[in-house]
C-alpha cells in the first residue's frame, strides 16, 4: 500500500510517501518513496522543497496563501511526469494525518470517521496552536482523496499508559473533571519508535526491558518506558512543561509567572507568547535557540551562551535520574531528535555523574558515531547508551496500514 503521510502545522506541509503494508513490516521491506516540505504557507512567497526517489530534487519559491493550494501543490508533485513518482493520485492507498492532542479519547490511531473527526475537533480546545490545523489538513485532504481510509495517528496516544498518579496535578479535582486539566505528553511517536527499534537493537521484546527515551530537538521531552509502555514524561498539559527547549521554559514555579504577569503588566496572551516563544534557549542566552549556534558561540566564550547550554543539560540529567528511580532501573538511555542524535557534547554532559547508576558514555564511540545509529556506551556499562534516529513518518505509516487492517 502507497501510504501518504501529512504533517499540518500552521504554516507548514511536510510529507512523505512511503510503500508499505503488514507484511513489509515484519520484513522490513518499507520502502521511502519521496518527501517534501512546504514551509511558510500565507506569506508573499512559500518555500517548497521535494525528492522522488531517482527523480531530481525541486526547490520552488510559488506563492502559496493558503493549506488547500499547499496540499493540491503535494499531489501535483507527487504525480509530475518529470520530477514525481506517481502516474495518477488514485494510487495512493490511505493517508496518515499526524494529530498533536487526542486527549483521553484516543490511546491509538484511529481511521477518522465522522464521530471520530468529531472528537479531534473537541480536542482543540486542549491545542489550539496545533490541532486545528491538523484538522484542516484532514478536511482538505479528504476532499481531494475523498475515496480512500484517512487515519489520525496523535502524539498524545503513547502516553495514555500513564498511571493516574503520574499524570493527576496537585489542584483542585474539579479542574481535571471540568476541564480535562492533567498531563497528557507529547512526542509519543518518536518515543513509541524508538521503544520499537530498541527491540531490535537490544535483541528482546520491549515486555523485557526499561528504557529512557530523550527526544532532544527545538522541542524536547524525556520518557520512562516500561516493559514497553509508557509510565511518565516530562511535557505535561502542554508541551511547555518538562525540560528547557529552543524557545519554551520548561518547568518552574507557576508563581513566577503571576508574579511577572502583575511587575509587567503583561496580557495572558503576552504572558502564554514569552513562556513558548522568547524563553528557552533563546530567552537565557540571547543568542539563539539552535543548540548549534550555542555551542559555537560558548566556544568563542560567550558565557551566556554556557549557561544556556548547562542549564539545558542539567535538567536533561536530573530527569535521567528521576526516570531511572521511576522505573527502579533501567536497560537503556535512547537520545533522538536534532540535538539528540547530533550534539556530543550534550549527550556527554547530560549524563557526566551519573555513573552511580550505571549510565557512562564512551567518548570516542560519541563522536565517532555522531548521527548515526548505534551503542555509545562501554560494552559493559550496565546501562546501554545509544543514539536512535527517530522515523515518525514511518511509524504513521504503519499505524495507518495497521489501523486500516484493524489490526490496532
Request: glycine content about 10%.
Amino acid at each position: 500500500m502507497l501510504v501518504l503521510v501529512l504533517n499540518c502545522g500552521s504554516s507548514s506541509v511536510k510529507f512523505q510517501l512511503i510503500q508499505t503494508s503488514p507484511e513489509a513490516i515484519e520484513a522490513g521491506t518499507e520502502k521511502k518513496l519521496a518527501r517534501g516540505n512546504i514551509e511558510k504557507i500565507g506569506m508573499t512567497t512559500a518555500i517548497v522543497s521535494f525528492q522522488a526517489e531517482g527523480k531530481p530534487p525541486v526547490k520552488e519559491t510559488p506563492v502559496i496563501l493558503e493549506h488547500r493550494v499547499a496540499i493540491e501543490r503535494v499531489l501535483t508533485l507527487l504525480t509530475d511526469p518529470q520530477v514525481g513518482i506517481l502516474k495518477s493520485r488514485n494510487e495512493i492507498g490511505a493517508v496518515g494525518h499526524r494529530v498533536v492532542h487526542g486527549g483521553e479519547k484516543f490511546s491509538k490511531s484511529q481511521v477518522i470517521t465522522e464521530e471520530v473527526y468529531r472528537q479531534i475537533v473537541e480536542c482543540c480546545e486542549l491545542a489550539p496552536l496545533h490541532n486545528p490545523h491538523n484538522v484542516r489538513g484532514y478536511e482538505i485532504a479528504h476532499e481531494l482523496l475523498p475515496d480512500v481510509p484517512h487515519v489520525a495517528v496523535f502524539d498524545t496516544a503513547f502516553h495514555q499508559t500513564m498511571p493516574e498518579y503520574a499524570y493527576i496535578y496537585g489542584l483542585p479535582m474539579v479542574v481535571y473533571r471540568r476541564h480535562g486539566i492533567r498531563r497528557y505528553g507529547f512526542h509519543g511517536t518518536s518515543h513509541r519508535y524508538l521503544t520499537w527499534r530498541m527491540q531490535k537493537l537490544l535483541n528482546k521484546p520491549a515486555s523485557e526491558f526499561n528504557l529512557i527515551t530523550c527526544h532532544l530537538g527545538n522541542g524536547c521531552s524525556i520518557t520512562a518506558v516500561e516493559r514497553g509502555k509508557s509510565v511518565d514524561t516530562s511535557m505535561g498539559f502542554t508541551p511547555l512543561e518538562g525540560l528547557i527547549m529552543g524557545t519554551r521554559s520548561g518547568d518552574l514555579d507557576p508563581a513566577v509567572v503571576l508574579h511577572i504577569m502583575a511587575k509587567e503588566e503583561l496580557t495572558l496572551h503576552e504572558a502564554n507568547t514569552m513562556l513558548n516563544k522568547h524563553s528557552g534557549l533563546i530567552g537565557v542566552s540571547g543568542v539563539s535557540n539552535d543548540m548549534r549556534e550555542l555551542v559555537k558561540e560558548s566556544q568563542k566564550g560567550n558565557k551566556a551562551a554556557r549557561l544556556a547550554i548547562d542549564l539545558f543539560c542539567y535538567r536533561l540529567k536530573k530527569y535521567i535520574a528521576a526516570y531511572y528511580g521511576v522505573l527502579n532501573g533501567a536497560d537503556a538511555l535512547a537520545f533522538t531528535g536534532g540535538i539528540g542524535e547530533n550534539s556530543p557534547l550534550i549527550r556527554s554532559l547530560s549524563c557526566a555523574g551519573l555513573d552511580c547508576i550505571g549510565i557512562q558514555i564512551d567518548p570516542e564511540r560519541n563522536e565517532k558515531l555522531n548521527g548515526s545509529e548505534g551503542r555509545i556506551s562501554p560494552d559493559d556499562g550496565k546501562v546501554g547508551v545509544y543514539i536512535v534516529p527517530t522515523d515518525e513518518e514511518m511509524m504513521i505509516a504503519r499505524d495507518t496500514v495497521h489501523a486500516v487492517a484493524g489490526k490496532l
